[in-house]
């Protein structure tokens, strides 16, 4: 069992930057894939990226949606069980609800039935 909370949600004007967090419990969060989902008003929820650990000093593979990348980086740090979703240049169409979720999948996936843990969202508003 994975608990996930997120935090760092806010209102934005567009062309700023937000930093979301993702704490999770549990000793193995470094074994799961992590991802981050959003969800805008009246739209189904979509992937925005995903985060794998290689299990060495490397660090790891990432994937993003088309609509974030060059914007959007997701990061991870292993020791503190935290996930985080640096978002710049952000856009009105980013506003959402966004989500972590953890996948115990030993490759990226991007699909949310591949995610067995999700936390409860954190609002994004960004105002034009």
């Known amino acids: 069992q994975v608990q996930l909370v997120e935090s760092g949600g806010g209102l934005v004007q567009a062309g700023g930057s937000l930093r979301l967090s993702c704490a999770a419990d549990?000793?193995?969060?470094?074994?799961?894939?992590m991802g981050w989902f959003r969800q805008a008003p009246g739209k189904a929820r979509e992937f925005v990226a995903a985060?794998?650990?290689?299990?060495?000093?490397?660090?790891?593979?990432?994937y993003y949606a088309d609509s974030v990348k060059g914007r959007f980086t997701i990061s991870r740090d292993n020791a503190k069980n935290t996930l985080y979703l640096q978002m710049n240049t952000l856009k009105p169409e980013d506003t959402a609800v966004y989500y972590c979720?953890?996948?115990?999948?030993?490759?990226?996936?991007?699909?949310?039935?591949?995610?067995?843990?999700w936390g409860q969202g954190t609002q994004v508003t960004v105002s034009s």
């Open positions: 979720a953890a996948s115990a999948s030993i490759v990226i996936v991007t699909t949310e039935m591949q995610y067995e843990y």
């Open positions: 985060s794998r650990w290689n299990g060495d000093s490397a660090g790891g593979s990432t």
């Open positions: 549990g000793r193995t969060f470094s074994y799961y894939v």
